[in-house]
């Protein structure tokens, strides 16, 4: 018979990690089911933003969290969630291994994955020069010459801010005109150091041991022709795995699970936390605040549903 866990939190970011602490805190006996540690956070190479650190690596901070996370009681493993059902008022957690756990409550905290470009160069130079974060990364490029491939709101804000901080940015995209709104496009335009290469796709990502330069390509005359760069900033987008969780939760019309002031899905049992819901700005530090945020509220569901016994103090005086 399979252990019945109080709360199974899916995914291993700043989110889930955070909801682990705080669920361990509360002895509500917990497992967190991710493919991997940190999610994106765990893949930048410098963290400025995060308080407590000057600066910190990405994968250090958030091996930090899941030492924290075990030392407090969460459990780890190392699979991907493929469904979940419920039934009565367990819920099964399948993953892509055919293997099955089981719990009362579930936090959904597996974030997004950014878009890639999909050209030669850009996995070898992942943080080598190559980037999906402008927030977490800008000041890495001070005084230097950087691109920013894409043409939506993420785009122009990430070449707005990076316009104040590096010499020079190419702002890369494949149509004339951009998707994004009016006062950030003038902003963009009205910048001196941006450079607007518009009708163009960006064909390979060149460097040695960091990023050197950028082979573009018109796409209206197919005129080709290489750009010195220090970095390029893939601002195309991201996407919610929707495929796992689209018959369990509501979304949006971006496929963000929706959820309510208190993490709450529209399925009782099942919250949500960090980058894969509709909340506001996609930072570390948010994501670690919802995670706590629907680790408590996951905890009221359980004292309140499973009649648990002990303390009812308020969680913000600890």
Same mark, same amino acid.
Request: net charge negative; glycine share 10%; hydrophobic share 40%.
């Given at each position: ?5 109080? @709360?199974?939190?899916? $995914? $291993? ?15 509500? %006996?917990?497992?967190? &089911? ?7 956070? $765990?893949? &930048? ?14 994968? +250090? @901070?958030? /091996? ?41 409550? !579930? ?38 010459? &950087? ?12 070449? =707005? ?14 149509? +004339? ?9 003038? /902003? ?11 009708? %163009? ?13 950028? +082979? ?6 197919? =005129? ?15 996407? !919610? ?6 018959? %369990?939760?509501?979304?949006?019309? /971006? ?10 899905? %529209? ?7 960090? +980058? ?26 359980? /004292? ?15």
């Amino acid at each position: 018979m399979l252990k019945i866990y109080d @709360l199974i939190i899916v $995914g $291993g970011g700043p989110a889930g990690l955070t909801a682990g602490i705080y669920a361990s805190r509360r002895k509500l %006996s917990n497992l967190i &089911v991710t493919k991997d540690i940190g999610g994106q956070a $765990g893949t &930048v190479a410098s963290i400025e933003n995060y308080p407590g650190f000057e600066e910190i690596d990405g994968f +250090d @901070l958030t /091996q930090n969290m899941k030492k924290q996370a075990e030392s407090f009681g969460s459990e780890f493993i190392m699979e991907e969630m493929a469904s979940i059902i419920k039934k009565e008022d367990v819920f099964t957690v399948k993953t892509n291994q055919d293997n099955e756990y089981q719990a009362y409550a !579930v936090i959904l905290s597996f974030g997004v994955t950014p878009r890639n470009l999909e050209v030669p160069g850009e996995k070898e130079f992942i943080n080598k020069g190559v980037t999906y974060c402008a927030n977490c990364d800008a000041p890495l490029y001070k005084g230097k010459i &950087v691109a920013v491939v894409g043409g939506g709101n993420a785009a122009l804000d990430a070449a =707005e801010y990076l316009a104040k901080i590096a010499k020079k940015v190419y702002l890369i995209h494949r149509r +004339d005109e951009f998707r994004g709104d009016e006062i950030l496009v003038e /902003q963009v335009k009205n910048a001196k150091n941006v450079e607007l290469v518009l009708d %163009s796709a960006v064909t390979e990502i060149k460097g040695e041991d960091f990023v050197k330069s950028l +082979d573009v390509k018109n796409i209206k005359t197919e =005129e080709m022709k290489n750009i010195e760069v220090d970095g390029v900033f893939i601002e195309v987008g991201h996407y !919610v795995n929707s495929q796992l969780i689209k018959d %369990s939760v509501d979304l949006n019309q /971006q496929n963000q699970v929706v959820i309510n002031d208190y993490n709450h899905t %529209s399925t009782e049992g099942i919250f949500a936390a960090g +980058d894969v819901t509709n909340g506001l700005y996609k930072q570390i530090i948010i994501a670690a605040g919802e995670g706590a945020k629907a680790a408590l509220s996951a905890y009221k569901y359980l /004292q309140h549903k499973l009649d648990k016994k002990g303390s009812i103090a308020d969680w913000g005086n600890k």
